[in-house]
């Protein structure tokens, strides 16, 4: 016989709770490897360029090295403050960061200029005439500055015509469908 009492059962089922949670926990795995993996990427593109910086700076420097000894600048002139070295160090910076052609590639230049026997004056003044030249002429910078300064020497042309020489190579190239490299290369 019924009594009149009401049975409620307050048992909870947690097996939907429990699936539920877990798959949140999937989810979180997941999305943590995700993270993970993201980080991993850019701290490899930091490494990647961090080494690849070392790699410029490194080269410029060796660059560098190179215009001091063909220019006679000792490492002890050097490690004391060479003002030359300087100098031609903050020309070639100049010449990266305002020009086309990188530091490490201006300092390709001045070592031609140097082994033309260009001091380091000469070589800082005639070093924008140079990249203008290559620029203009599509050329590498270290063969224009070679190409140049060998021209000059053949002709026996001095060191301070260099501006109105360079010019008139880039003038009579547009004026006789010939290129920069080929009347340099026929001059010599």
């Known amino acids: 016989m019924a009594d009149g009492s009401i049975i409620i059962d307050t048992l909870v089922d947690g097996t939907g ?28 593109g930091l490494t990647a360029a961090g080494g690849f910086a070392i790699k410029v700076g490194s080269e410029f420097e060796a660059g560098m090295s190179q215009v001091a000894a063909t220019m ?12 030359e070295f300087e100098k031609l160090k903050q020309a070639a ?9 990188s530091a ?4 390709e ?13 000469k070589a800082i003044e005639a070093l924008p005439n140079v990249l ?16 140049v300064t060998d021209s000059m020497s ?16 880039a003038k009579t190239s547009q004026k006789s469908n010939t290129s920069i490299a080929q009347l340099g290369e026929a001059i010599l």
């Open 17 to 44: 709770l429990k699936k539920g949670l877990e798959k949140l926990g999937s989810v979180g795995s997941t999305a943590l490897k995700g993270v993970t993996t993201a980080i991993g990427a850019v701290t490899a």
């Open 72 to 83: 006679g600048i000792t490492v002890d002139e050097i490690e004391k403050g060479s003002t």
């Open 104 to 107: 490490t590639q201006a300092s």
């Open 93 to 101: 910076k100049d010449m990266g960061a305002n020009t086309q052609f």
């Open 154 to 169: 053949a002709l026996g042309i001095k060191t301070e015509e260099l501006v109105g020489f360079t010019d008139e190579l």
């Open 132 to 147: 203008n030249l290559a620029a203009a002429g599509g050329l590498e910078l270290g063969y224009a500055s070679d190409m």
């Open 109 to 121: 230049a001045l070592n031609y200029l140097a082994l033309a026997g260009y001091n380091a004056d």
